[in-house]
């Protein structure tokens, strides 16, 4: 936290967990220690990478207001995940009842006599969270794959190089898994379409049966008239 005169920072750090063709949010907390109305502005040293919601505003008297600090998405990742991208916080007691509106350039222009706060905020790339990976082959037991963690909390460059590289290749599993989500969704199909021809065959062998016990029932009533004419023929040969 930075502790000035007028205003208190939160962060000092801004911390984006850096991901390729991904846009990434992190806010600043500014909080008002005085009984005044403290007008601030942002500057950045790479105004078309960063979008500052909002750039200039008021913070009242003994209040907070918060900054939303947005990257643009990025298409490579910097060499060893470093940053040199900096802001700059400038704060300057205006009038009571003061709006945005009233905010002007020459407020902040220190040669006019006026009494300027600056805040440097300096920009970090963290990795973002990974899911577990199994333990390589060699490992000692009970040793994490990560790499080495440096005094200061912060991993070498090694590691962001690993990350870096790992973010480039995404893209290929992505494909791979889009590859693998046409061929379930073909072989259901296929699958679907043999379901459909098992029930159309059931269908018309359950047709083929019917009209066989039909076939069958007439070639037995013709038996017994034949069986019934040859009975009256012979009766009438007696007569005669």
């Not at 918060?66 to 916080?89: G, H, I, N, R, S």
């Not at 973002?128 to 060699?138: D, I, T, Y």
């Amino acid at each position: 936290m930075s502790s000035g005169e007028l205003l208190n920072i939160e962060p000092l750090e801004l911390k984006f967990p850096f991901e390729l063709k991904k846009q990434i949010s992190c806010s600043l907390q500014l909080s008002n220690k005085t009984d005044a109305y403290v007008a601030f502005k942002v500057k950045t040293t790479n105004p078309k990478k960063y979008c500052v919601r909002p750039n200039t505003g008021i913070v009242m008297p003994r209040s907070t207001c918060d900054v939303m600090v947005t990257m643009q998405a990025q298409k490579e990742a910097p060499p060893d995940m470093q940053c040199k991208d900096k802001f700059l916080l400038q704060s300057v007691k205006t009038v009571d009842g003061a709006s945005p509106k009233d905010i002007t350039p020459e407020m902040f222009n220190k040669e006019s006599g006026h009494v300027v706060e600056e805040s440097k905020l300096r920009v970090v790339y963290v990795s973002p969270p990974q899911p577990p990976s199994p333990v390589p082959e060699g490992s000692e037991e009970g040793s994490s794959p990560r790499g080495s963690v440096s005094e200061n909390g912060n991993s070498n460059g090694s590691d962001f190089t690993q990350v870096a590289r790992g973010f480039t290749e995404r893209p290929e599993a992505q494909d791979k898994l889009a590859e693998a989500r046409a061929l379930i969704s073909r072989l259901t199909e296929e699958k679907n379409n043999a379901i459909e021809q098992n029930s159309k065959l059931r269908q018309e062998l359950d047709l083929l049966k019917r009209e066989g016990n039909k076939s069958r029932g007439v070639s037995y009533v013709i038996v017994v008239l034949i069986g019934l004419l040859g009975i009256i023929m012979g009766c009438l040969l007696k007569k005669t």
